[in-house]
């Protein structure tokens, strides 16, 4: 079974709107640790944010939010006002406590037109 | 400045050939990963290690192998055995605290041909 599901494969927005690319996750543990990351055309993979369980916070940078909910095992990111240069494949991964190692999601891939 | 760097950029192999890649990092990390990413895919754990001449395989570890000599260096060979190895290769490096990973960061990745 999936430990981490980005059931977007693909999503095309207009600039200045807003987006949101869903993260759904399973673990059985109490402990763990939720990530996402951007990945641009160039390749690399650029860590954005992580969350441990025990927090369950939201947390805006700049234009970037992320929504995380235990209730529903899920930790949404939300882009507002989107520009081109947010065009990438976006990564979501999960960390637990009991096993050393990441599950990433299949990733979305986002096309903000101009 | 403090980094992951990873060469060649593109490399190039020829049928059974060994090839190998190279995985650098300067961020006095831990733990050292290799990961494949084919397109349109997500990623996939090839081999980890957390301690110098210490390293465990991951999901998709056959026909490759690493090793570890050094803190700041993961080689990866892809081997002959490996036959269908092209594909993009990312190489990450993290602490390790707690109970639990610390973030991973990643270097900018070598793309593998077959000719």
């Known amino acids: 079974a999936q430990k981490v599901t980005q059931a977007q494969t693909e999503i095309s927005v207009v600039e200045k709107e807003d987006v949101t690319l869903d993260c759904v996750y399973e673990t059985r543990d109490t402990t763990y640790y939720l990530f996402w990351y951007k990945q641009p055309p160039s390749g690399e993979l650029v860590f954005l944010i992580r969350r441990n369980s025990f927090d369950e916070q939201n947390e805006i940078s700049g234009r970037y939010s992320w929504n995380f909910q235990k209730s529903t095992s899920s930790f949404n990111f939300t882009i507002t006002a989107s520009q081109v240069v947010d065009s990438a494949v976006y990564f979501c991964a999960l960390s637990e406590a009991s096993f050393n190692k990441f599950y990433f999601g299949s990733g979305t891939k986002l096309n903000v037109k101009p | 400045d403090g980094g992951i760097t990873q060469s060649p950029k593109y490399l190039f192999r020829k049928e059974g050939q060994n090839v190998t890649l190279s995985c650098e990092q300067n961020?006095?990390?831990?733990?050292m990963y290799w990961y494949r990413q084919d397109p349109g895919q997500g990623l996939r754990l090839i081999y980890y290690?957390?301690?110098?001449?210490?390293?465990q395989k991951g999901d998709i570890a056959e026909g490759y192998s690493v090793s570890r000599e050094k803190k700041e260096s993961f080689p990866l060979t892809v081997t002959s055995a490996q036959k269908n190895p092209t594909a993009f290769y990312l190489c990450?490096?993290?602490?390790?605290?707690?109970?639990?990973?610390?973030?991973?960061?990643f270097g900018p990745g070598t793309r593998l041909l077959v000719l």
């Open positions: 961020l006095n990390h831990d733990a």
């Open positions: 990450a490096s993290s602490f390790i605290g707690g109970t639990s990973q610390e973030t991973q960061y």
């Open positions: 290690s957390q301690i110098v001449n210490d390293f």
